[in-house]
C-alpha cells in the first residue's frame, strides 16, 4: 500500500444512512448555541485552543458546535466587505473526524505527525493542528452521527483520562440529542 492510499479519507458505507438519520433529527446543516455552549465546554475540559461537535455526510463536516481562537480559525470564507467570516465546514478529507465516525470508536493523537496516515492531512500542514482527541457520537439508533473532539496546534499527551472525558462528553450528548428527538413528537 502507497503512502497516498492510506492518506486517502476512509470508505464511509455508513453515510447514506447517517445523512437519513440527521435530516430526520434536523441536525447537521445550521449553527447552534447550544452545540457552541457545548463545544466550549469540551474545550475548557481538555484545555485545548478548539472543540468541535461535528456532524458528517458524504462529502463534509459540520461543526453544529464550535470552538476556536479568534486569530486562528479554522475555515473561513471571503465576505463582500472584505472582513472575512468563520465557515462552519471543511470538507471529508480534512481532519480526523471522518476516521473516528467510520471507525466508531475515540481516536487520541498526542503528535499527529507520529502517524503516517495522518501526518499527510491538510489541517496539519495549512491549519497547524498538532494534536487530536474525538469520540464518536452515537445516537440511541446505533448511528455514529459525527463527533465530539478537541485539536491543539502543538503536541499534547491526551492520556487515558482524555480520552474517558472525550467519550463521556459524547455519550452525554448523544443523550441530549436523544432527549431533543423526544420532545419534538
Not at 469540551?42 to 458528517?56: C, K, N
Request: include cysteine; charged fraction near 30%.
Amino acid at each position: 500500500m502507497t503512502l497516498s492510499r492510506l492518506l486517502l479519507t476512509p470508505e464511509d458505507r455508513d453515510a447514506p444512512e447517517r445523512v437519513r438519520r440527521l435530516r430526520r433529527l434536523g441536525l447537521g446543516e445550521r449553527a447552534d448555541p447550544e452545540f457552541d455552549a457545548f463545544a466550549d465546554r469540551v474545550a475548557e475540559l481538555a484545555a485545548a485552543p478548539y472543540a468541535m461537535v461535528t456532524f458528517i455526510d458524504e462529502h463534509r463536516q459540520f461543526f453544529a458546535g464550535l470552538h476556536q481562537p479568534g486569530d486562528r480559525p479554522l475555515t473561513a470564507v471571503a465576505t463582500p466587505d472584505g472582513t472575512g467570516q468563520r465557515a462552519r465546514h471543511l470538507g471529508r478529507e480534512y481532519g480526523f473526524c471522518p476516521h473516528v465516525v467510520v471507525r466508531r470508536k475515540a481516536l487520541v493523537l498526542e503528535d499527529v505527525r507520529d502517524y503516517p496516515r495522518f501526518a499527510g492531512n491538510p489541517v496539519v500542514d495549512e491549519i497547524g493542528i498538532r494534536s487530536y482527541l474525538g469520540a464518536p457520537l452515537v445516537d440511541r439508533t446505533g448511528t455514529a452521527l459525527g463527533t465530539v473532539c478537541a485539536a491543539d496546534v502543538k503536541p499534547r499527551p491526551w492520556g487515558r483520562a482524555g480520552l474517558e472525558t472525550i467519550k463521556t462528553l459524547a455519550a452525554e450528548l448523544a443523550e441530549g440529542i436523544g432527549r431533543r428527538e423526544n420532545d419534538a413528537t
